[in-house]
């Protein structure tokens, strides 16, 4: 929802709350405030500084932003393709006990990351939630990604053990270590 009124903040994080209880006050909180945010920060730039300003990262980026964070949105949409076809050929979903113990691991493990780039401009994060299909954890607002496999945290905790790759070397602590 575009108010036309101009928010000001002394930083991201003061901006993003002003804009929270701007449009809470007005009865229009979005139910996906990140992005809405994020995409309003984009339109509000002028051209050259959004490029500079937006995290977005894949192949074509400038090489110092693609080098700003080790995780790509691509990693994260190889995961959701995956997770989308485990769904389609029968796979289920995991207890919800179980994916709450994995959450917990992972919302504390120095390897759940920030996708490259604005996880909500790519679309990655929001197509991570459609997996979900309300699923939730007590920690979803601390899940990130899985800088290992590239996985979405909030996604992948409900995914059974056979739908993860165990090739790859996920620390001692991990939950998908085999
Ligand atoms: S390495 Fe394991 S515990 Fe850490 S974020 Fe990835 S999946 Fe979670």
Request: aromatic share 8%; proline share 5%.
């Amino acid at each position: 929802m575009h108010t036309g009124e101009l928010v000001e903040g002394v930083g991201r994080s003061d901006l993003r709350k002003k804009v929270f209880l701007r449009l809470e006050k007005l009865g229009a909180l979005p139910e996906n405030l990140d992005c809405y945010f994020a995409n309003a920060i984009c339109d509000a730039l002028p051209p050259d500084r959004a490029a500079n300003e937006c995290k977005y990262v894949d192949a074509d980026a400038p090489s110092n932003l693609r080098a700003a964070r080790v995780l790509r949105a691509d990693d994260v949409w190889r995961f959701i393709k995956a997770m989308k076809n485990w769904l389609l050929a029968g796979g289920g979903m995991e207890a919800k006990e179980e994916a709450e113990r994995r959450a917990s691991i992972c919302a504390q493990c120095p390897r759940n990351v920030d996708v490259a780039g604005c996880s909500w401009c790519s679309g990655v994060f929001a197509a991570s939630l459609e997996l979900l299909a309300g699923r939730s954890t007590s920690v979803d607002a601390s899940l990130k990604h899985c800088e290992v496999c590239g996985c979405n945290n909030r996604a992948a905790v409900h995914f059974p053990a056979a739908a993860v790759d165990p090739s790859l070397d996920y620390p001692e602590w991990c939950w998908k270590r085999p």
